[in-house]
């Protein structure tokens, strides 16, 4: 009965002091003069996944440029959803490192899982989930990624680190709405550590 | 020979198998599977690859179970801990200097070395050599072969089956051990048969497809069993596509008689089936002379009026030999209840006297008569044909059989084939004189042993040594052979076209055939076709005098000869060739264009322009083998089914359908069906059919008589006058009917028209391989390069009837047995 009483008191006593909302207050408060964990994307910044990452396809060439696909079609083999198609042809003009080159090697990433056990079973590291993951688009056939396309050297190199903020540029092109970083302009290099 | 039963031991399982089984065999019989490389089925054992080797109880040392012969009593391991360890030892052996280019090799997802070291291979290398490379690049070696020696596991395989199985031997082993390498000579390109049998029997991807390479992985391809159209071998073989391109056609060794064995037309012929050069609509003849393409209801109208404006007795229909048995069955059945007319052929090249008398002597409208039985008898007899040309796979039988068991082959032929090495006698008739030469053997037969039978007193009269003159045989080698018969146990007999081209020899045949049932008994005699379904042809009732099981007709109609004849008198309102090039086959070229010219209404139905479909009024597209199902009887009498391996495209469409919905819109109760209702109805009509059962099985035999064989024993050489060339035809080893000439694979290997001659007259005409020389007959030239076959005499020339635009029947006069052409060197001016 006694202890009753004294909590009653008790919590007046909060109420008329506003101890609850102080508190909540300054949460607010202490954010608004530490800095700040909010990425501007997609107008200054981008978030640069790790390594680890599984974003869009690559395909790789060697040092002296060739290509490394040798178009055995153990990608094709491996993807459990059957996006992937390569057709070899026989060119040994140098154009890759045996004389066994893909004619047509497309991704539709939209049957995609991104679960990257076509990079697993490439004998020669030609594919690689890269770290594009602006794959938002207007038509279906374009999420249909062709070799051209994926011979193109993707934004952040396989060898960057990532795993951090760097400034970029917000771009329309023919393509579409794209995001360029620059990864040589690093933002914030420990976002995780601030939230 | 006595062939006893051995009870042995496997993995403690008792089996019992026949004497001389290798233990290899016996293992599998008792369900154990032994890796091997160098071991293959109908080739010579040689045991130098060490995958095989098993624990023999009471022997220190493994044994390898591809040669070693089962013993009573063994006692054989073949998964112990030594074994296993041996097998993966040997595979990392071979891996030690294996190129380990899977990624690349074609023969990646189907190799026997990636399959093995899967199974039973070490999970890593100890070799840290450099491997031997033979050479940096893959070099093609033939226009179908591309060869990587560096992945070879030296199973020579390659080397004995070109040898033991193709007869050609072009390859060889050069040198030893790591730097062994099986090739060609100096690693020159081939010049040989290009069946691809290295290629199939290699284990990895050391010689590979030229036309397959980097098309696709074995498991992109969807397959379909198939047979092949190219001859009356009638090959199994499993046609892949890729999408919708056929990528190949390979023979899968469980499946079908002719298990690995094809020829390069049933290996690279499928490509005719890709090809760009297809007809692929209705097509119509406007006034100018133009085609106009029209939907298929169209063409059937057309189709349809034409019928009926010409009525029963000028209508008619040549359907071609390498149909199905529906298509055969239906198009027969069309003719005799929807039009009308018993005018139907199923060739353009004989009449329906000699194929008559041929079914009867060769046994046609009886029930099967496998090849391997017939290879296996004591003597072998082929007469009458060019067999290693004409039917390849059959050669490649009777090679390795008597290869292996050395029993007697005997060859009388016009012209000298690839087989003549491995016969013990070979002869050169003259052509057309197959008949004076069993007429001498019957006689040589009854001079060493008095046989009394009916039919053989008009022989008594007749001495081997005039008839010897007649068909150009010495009278001593017919009398060995004679000899030969007579002290067989079993006697196999192979006749060959010539006998239906030229009425000759057929009722001699079924004489000698009985004659030696009274002596040796076990007599078989197996008729060697040129076309894929010309039994399932004449079985299903496509002639003029014989409806379906061979009953007789009850009104005959005309054979492709009276057929001509009736167009040229311009009796006839509507021809119906379906799959048939007359104007490309029949034996007079001249006067089938003017007959063709006089038919009021030519309906041609092909996959291809042929010669005659330029002259038609209308042009069906055709669907072609790999896009239908159906079945086929080869010369075996061997009813195999095959599947469609994609659809026709576009409007292409099947002779089945054409022929129902044309049949259904004359007459209302004549169905459009499926190829099932007409196997099912074949089943029902046809004697021999009803007990067919699955994918393969031989027919049975009809009853009915279809001739009386009646020799008449009066013989003369046919005409040539000096320095003439009797012209022969037929099948080019490249070239099987005229399909093939749209393959651009097997055109690449050909080149193009040859005429063929001995070496004796080419040294008389002063040429050499290749040269140019021009034939020159009934006012027609033709310039062609000359290709020069050992073995065939002066005065016999060859061209092959596949050629448009090169074609042998212009040289022909139909009045005469044997047409005959004049040869000459051809000069270019001023040389
Ligand atoms: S990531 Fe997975 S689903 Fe996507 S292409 Fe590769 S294997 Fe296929
Ligand atoms: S990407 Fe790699 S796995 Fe795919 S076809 Fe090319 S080499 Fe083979
Ligand atoms: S293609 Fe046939 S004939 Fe030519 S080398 Fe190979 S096996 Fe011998
Ligand atoms: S090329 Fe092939 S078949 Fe010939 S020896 Fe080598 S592995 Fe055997
Ligand atoms: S052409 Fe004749 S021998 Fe050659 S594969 Fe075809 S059926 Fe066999
Ligand atoms: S398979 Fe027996 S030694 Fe090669």
């Known amino acids: 009965m006694k202890e009753k009483k004294r909590e009653g008191v008790l919590d007046i006593l909060k109420k008329v002091l506003f101890v609850d909302i102080l508190k909540g207050l300054s949460v607010t408060l202490k954010y608004n003069v530490s800095r700040s964990v909010t990425v501007r994307y997609p107008d200054e910044e981008k978030w640069i996944p790790y390594q680890r990452f599984r974003g869009a396809h690559t395909l790789n060439r060697d040092e002296e440029g060739r290509e490394l696909c040798v178009a055995c079609e153990l990608c094709v083999k491996a993807c459990p959803t059957g996006c992937i198609t390569v057709v070899p042809q026989e060119d040994d003009t140098g154009r890759g490192i045996a004389d066994r080159v893909p004619k047509i090697w497309k991704v539709d990433l939209v049957r995609c899982l991104f679960c990257g056990y076509c990079e697993d079973a490439c004998p020669t590291t030609a594919v690689r989930l890269g770290r594009d993951y602006e794959l938002a688009c207007f038509n279906r056939t374009d999420a249909v990624r062709d070799r051209e396309r994926l011979l193109r050297p993707q934004e952040v190199p396989e060898g960057f680190e990532g795993g951090m903020v760097v400034s970029a540029r917000f771009e329309r092109t023919k393509e579409g709405i794209r995001v360029k970083p620059d990864i040589w302009k690093p933002r914030d290099k420990d976002w995780w550590k601030k939230v | 020979m006595t062939t006893g039963l051995v009870t042995l031991k496997i993995n403690g399982r008792e089996v019992t198998v026949r004497e001389g089984t290798l233990i290899l065999d016996a293992a599998k019989e008792a369900g154990f599977d032994i890796p091997t490389f160098c071991y293959q089925a109908n080739l010579s054992g040689l045991g130098s690859c060490r995958m095989c080797l098993v624990e023999i109880e009471g022997q220190r040392k493994l044994q390898p179970s591809c040669i070693t012969p089962v013993m009573p009593d063994m006692n054989v391991f073949t998964e112990t801990d030594t074994v296993k360890m041996t097998r993966s030892a040997m595979l990392e052996f071979l891996l030690s200097n294996h190129p380990l280019d899977c990624p690349v090799c074609d023969k990646g997802g189907e190799c026997e070395l990636q399959d093995l070291v899967y199974k039973h291979g070490p999970r890593k290398g100890r070799f840290a050599e450099d491997k031997v490379r033979h050479h940096d690049k893959d070099y093609i070696l033939s226009p179908v072969i591309v060869k990587n020696a560096n992945r070879c596991v030296q199973c020579m395989r390659c080397v004995r089956v070109c040898k033991e199985v193709v007869g050609r031997g072009v390859l060889g082993a050069v040198g030893r051990g790591v730097h062994q390498e099986e090739t060609s000579f100096l690693r020159t390109r081939l010049d040989c048969d290009h ?266 009269g007749l001495t081997v040594e005039e008839l010897s003159g007649v068909c150009g045989v010495n009278a001593d080698d017919i009398r060995w052979i004679a000899a030969r018969l007579l002290t067989a146990g079993s006697v196999g007999v192979l006749a060959g076209t010539d006998m239906l ?303 448009d635009g090169k074609d042998a029947n212009r040289f022909f006069d139909k009045d005469r047995v044997v047409s005959t052409v004049r040869i000459r060197p051809y000069k270019k001016q001023g040389e």
């Not at chain 2, 006012?779 to 020339?797: H, K, S």
């Open chain 2, 501 to 803: 081209r030229y009425d000759d020899g057929a009722e001699e045949l079924a004489l000698l055939v009985r004659l030696l049932e009274n002596t040796v008994r076990d007599v078989r005699v197996l008729p060697l076709l040129d076309r894929a379904n010309q039994r399932g042809a004449w079985d299903m009732g496509v002639h003029p005098y014989l409806e379906p099981g061979y009953r007789p007709a009850q009104r005959r109609g005309h054979d492709v000869h009276g057929i001509v004849e009736l167009a040229d008198s311009g009796g006839l309102g509507f021809l119906y060739l379906l799959g048939e090039d007359v104007l490309g086959l029949y034996p007079d070229r001249a006067g089938v264009e003017r007959a063709l010219s006089r038919v009021g209404f030519l309906v041609v139905q092909d996959s291809f322009m042929t010669g005659s479909a330029p002259m038609a009024n209308l042009v069906l597209p055709m669907a072609m083998y790999g896009e239908k199902h159906g079945t086929m009887t080869n010369q075996e009498g061997r009813v195999q089914r095959m599947e469609a391996v994609r659809r026709p495209e576009g409007e292409v469409r099947t002779p089945l359908e054409t022929i129902g919905r044309a049949g259904n819109l004359i007459e209302k109760d004549f169905p459009v069906v499926r190829p099932g209702d007409v196997w099912k109805e074949i089943q029902k009509q046809v004697p021999g059919y009803g007990e067919v059962r699955g994918m393969e099985a031989f027919k049975g035999a009809s009853a009915d008589q279809v001739a009386e064989l009646k020799p008449s024993f009066s013989y003369a050489v046919p005409e040539r006058a000096e320095g003439e060339f009797w012209l022969l035809t037929g099948n080019h080893l490249f070239h099987g009917a005229r399909l093939s000439q749209h393959s651009g694979i097997l055109r690449e290997l050909l080149g193009g028209c040859v005429v063929e001659i001995g070496s004796t007259a080419a040294q008389r005409l002063g040429v050499g391989e290749g040269d140019m020389v021009e034939v020159e007959a009934r006012g027609y030239r033709e310039r062609l390069p000359v290709r020069i076959r050992e073995g065939t005499p002066d005065g016999v020339a060859f061209m092959p009837e596949n050629f």
């Open chain 2, 195 to 460: 069946c691809g049998m290295c290629i199939e029997v290699c284990p990895v991807g050391s010689f590979m497809r030229l036309p397959y390479r980097y098309r696709a992985r074995p498991w992109d391809l969807v397959s379909a069993r198939s047979v092949c159209g190219y001859c009356a071998t009638g090959c199994r073989l499993t046609l892949e596509r890729r999408g919708d391109t056929v990528v190949r056609a390979i023979a899968n060794p469980e499946d079908g008689f002719n298990r690995k064995l094809l020829c390069a037309r049933g290996r690279f012929g499928y490509d005719v089936m890709n090809s760009e050069e297809r007809i692929k609509t209705p097509l119509v003849k406007e006034r100018d002379g133009s085609f106009r393409p029209v939907s298929w209801d169209r063409a059937l109208e057309l189709m349809k009026e034409a019928i009926l404006r010409a009525g029963p007795e000028r209508a008619a229909g040549v359907a071609s030999a390498t149909l199905t048995n529906e298509e055969l069955y239906l198009f027969q059945k069309f003719m005799r209840k929807v039009v009308g007319t018993a005018n139907m052929d199923s060739t353009s090249r004989w009449s329906a006297e000699s194929s008559l008398k041929f079914m009867e002597a060769a046994g046609i409208r009886g029930g099967g008569t496998s090849v391997y039985q017939c290879a296996e008898s004591d003597v072998v007899v082929v007469l009458g044909g060019q067999l290693s040309e004409e039917n390849p796979v059959t050669d490649y039988i009777l090679r390795y059989i008597n290869g292996a068991r050395r029993n007697t082959l005997v060859i009388a032929s016009p012209r000298g084939m690839k087989l003549d090495s491995s016969a013990q006698l070979s002869v050169r008739t003259v052509p057309a004189t197959t008949g004076a030469f069993i007429a001498a053997l019957l006689k040589a037969l009854v001079e060493k042993k008095e046989v009394s039978m009916e039919g053989m007193e008009a022989v008594k």
